[in-house]
């Protein structure tokens, strides 16, 4: 009993550094996390969940009070510690990956930050694909730390192609698809292109409005990035006082395209803006966008070919350059020097080639000071993406209706903040309904499951991670609620999708299988119980080691469903390889611990090694009786067993 109230105890001091974090008393919050999480280490061990999430929150409170360095610390160990436990690639590692990409920013690193945060994005394109959610949140943030180191041109190659991605997969008023296109017109109005930047900043304002309503915090700050934007391009003139800092390239469309898509690429690789007529907006008065993209440009470069020659555009903006004097850089591609040229210096590209250094260089030595215009937010993650494990806590202590009452209010305040179909709304809303299955409430969980899953469905897909995660536990609240047939039918459809998408021993398939093991189990079914549990005890072996907690729940499912078909000395031998195993963890003495040992004994007595059995039972009354108190079941149990096989 003392170890339990033990644990108890803990459970309440997390959950009371949970709420003065909720509060934004981050300093209370890490001051009581610090010798929590050691001795959550003690209790628990240092690779158990509630462990691990201690210390990740230690880490967030931290971070948001003033001390990233040390948050950097800890999530640094932590990765390693999941990479150790699950791989580099699992969905676990890298959240605290992104995590540490966070605290290394607000801790003024951004370089590092950069690194990790390529790699956390090659990584989910990998594992979750490029259109997946969380990928697309990573580019998010990889173009916003690169905007943020001047790399300008890095962040809107980013930008451009996750606005396309974005409006494909979210549509165009999603709060992301806004959100990139925000940072975009932030992006295009610092690397010259104001009067591109105003326009999407325009219609990002006018979605936001529509969406989200005027006095939204998201549509206020679009409006401030449009007004200083906006401010920027009234001010610049056709005299060109005003520089923005790109390159303009002139050329001949129909003819030299192959080349200048080629050209802009090595250009903005060598971190320099540019601006060509592909950045031309459908719609737009594109006489008066060439003329202020010249006008406002710092570098003028003319790819000369025969092509280029005789087309009246190209001497109209070679014209337009030399009368308010901006730098012209010829490059000759094709055919001869342009005679009104023949005083500047050129390269020769002939043969395709890219420019010579020297002459990026001399680009590069035209460009003025960059200029800063509302720069997209960064702030480090408070609390975002923990309340998963946070309410698990409460939810131990039976706390159902405490828990569900604050997920309702956090829900209805990010549907309110962010939107019916944000990600982070979806994952609330899930895990309120996980709750809610919990609590005992089946019905109104698999009601909020069917909303969250069709709304995931059409913002992520089908076969997205996350819609699977929402039909699983929507399959475990059908099952828990005594309609075992529709739980079987639900579970063997995720399960063939599950097969498809993520592959047979996934740890979301996996998942699948043990709870279609359990269902089979519940229904009666035991030979398909045991086929079942049987591959998923094997599969999770060798995924995650016979010693995860996971992997030896499986083995205790085939265990019971063998001794249910009277199997008994396979049911012994398997619950001995469970038992074992916990014996030497870090928890030999827990619920699941001592209750393995009781079943492996009672095993080997119905399969007739009665004195073996009465031998492991004798200790094991003791054991419970400390533990658990004299009167507990399994004190009982025991000594029954004990009477029945004595006899």
């Not at 069709?454 to 913002?459: F, L, S, Y």
């Amino acid at each position: 009993m003392a170890h339990e109230a033990h644990h108890e105890q803990l459970v309440r001091r997390y959950h009371q550094a949970e709420a003065l974090a909720q509060s934004d008393d981050f300093a209370g919050a890490a001051r009581e996390l610090r010798s929590l999480a050691s001795e959550m280490v003690r209790a628990f061990g240092p690779r158990h969940p509630n462990a691990l999430l201690c210390r990740r929150l230690l880490a967030i409170t931290t971070a948001n009070s003033g001390k990233p360095a040390e948050a950097v610390v800890i999530l640094r160990d932590l990765v390693d510690t999941l990479t150790d436990m699950v791989g580099a690639e699992h969905g676990d590692t890298l959240t605290l990956k992104a995590d540490l990409a966070a605290a290394l920013e607000v801790a003024g690193d951004l370089r590092e930050s950069i690194a990790v945060l390529r790699d956390l994005l090659d990584c989910r394109t990998r594992v979750l694909g490029a259109d997946h959610a969380e990928t697309m949140d990573t580019g998010d943030d990889l173009a916003v730390a690169l905007y943020r180191t001047d790399d300008t041109a890095g962040s809107l190659r980013i930008l451009r192609e996750l606005a396309q991605e974005r409006t494909r997969t979210l549509g165009a008023d999603h709060v992301k698809t806004l959100k990139t296109r925000h940072h975009l017109g932030i992006c295009l109005a610092n690397s010259g292109d104001s009067v591109q930047g105003v326009a999407v900043l325009q219609e990002v304002v006018d979605a936001r409005t529509r969406v989200l309503g005027a006095a939204h915090p998201d549509t206020v700050r679009s409006k401030e990035a449009l007004a200083a934007v906006a401010d920027q391009l009234d001010s610049s003139d056709t005299s060109g006082d005003v520089l923005e800092g790109h390159v303009f390239i002139s050329y001949s469309r129909q003819h030299d395209a192959w080349y200048v898509q080629r050209l802009a690429t090595h250009f903005e690789q060598a971190g320099l803006a540019v601006w060509f007529d592909r950045n031309l907006v459908h719609g737009e008065d594109w006489t008066r966008v060439l003329e202020s993209r010249i006008n406002n440009c710092s570098a003028f470069v003319v790819v000369m070919t025969p092509a280029a020659r005789k087309s009246n555009w190209v001497a109209r903006e070679i014209a337009q350059a030399e009368e308010l004097q901006r730098p012209i850089f010829p490059l000759l591609l094709e055919g001869q020097r342009f005679f009104t040229l023949r005083h500047l210096q050129d390269d020769d590209v002939r043969s395709g080639s890219m420019p010579s250094p020297a002459f990026v260089e001399r680009l590069r030595a035209a460009q003025p000071p960059p200029k800063v215009a509302s720069a997209p937010a960064s702030s480090f993650p408070q609390l975002q993406g923990l309340r998963y494990g946070i309410d698990f806590f409460v939810v131990r202590q039976g706390r159902y209706a405490e828990t569900i009452m604050e997920l309702r209010r956090i829900v209805a305040k990010s549907e309110a903040e962010l939107g019916l179909e944000h990600a982070d709304t979806l994952s609330r809303r899930h895990q309120l309904a996980s709750c809610l299955a919990s609590s005992g409430d089946h019905a109104a969980a698999v009601e909020l499951f069917d909303q969250v899953i069709a709304a995931r469905t059409r913002v992520i897909g089908a076969q997205a991670p996350k819609t699977l995660e929402s039909r699983r536990e929507q399959a475990k609240a059908v099952m828990d609620s005594g309609s075992l047939e529709e739980a079987e039918l639900l579970l063997t459809e995720l399960g063939t999708v599950e097969a498809q998408a993520l592959g047979t021993e996934s740890e979301g398939a996996l998942t699948t299988q043990h709870r279609l093991a359990t269902c089979y189990a519940r229904m009666g079914d035991h030979e398909r119980a045991v086929r079942v549990a049987a591959s998923v005890a094997d599969g999770r072996d060798r995924v995650l080691g016979a010693a995860d907690f996971t992997a030896l729940e499986s083995r205790r499912l085939l265990a019971s469903s063998l001794g249910s078909l009277e199997r008994y000395q396979e049911a012994a031998q398997h619950m001995a390889v469970v038992a074992s195993h916990l014996a030497d963890s870090n928890q030999p003495e827990s619920d699941f611990a001592l209750k393995s040992r009781i079943d492996h004994a009672v095993y080997l007595g119905n399969a007739g090694d009665y004195r073996q059995a009465v031998a492991l039972l004798r200790p094991l009354v003791d054991v419970c009786a400390r533990v658990l108190g004299d009167t507990h079941t399994y004190v009982e149990a025991c000594r029954n067993a004990i009477r029945v096989f004595e006899s």
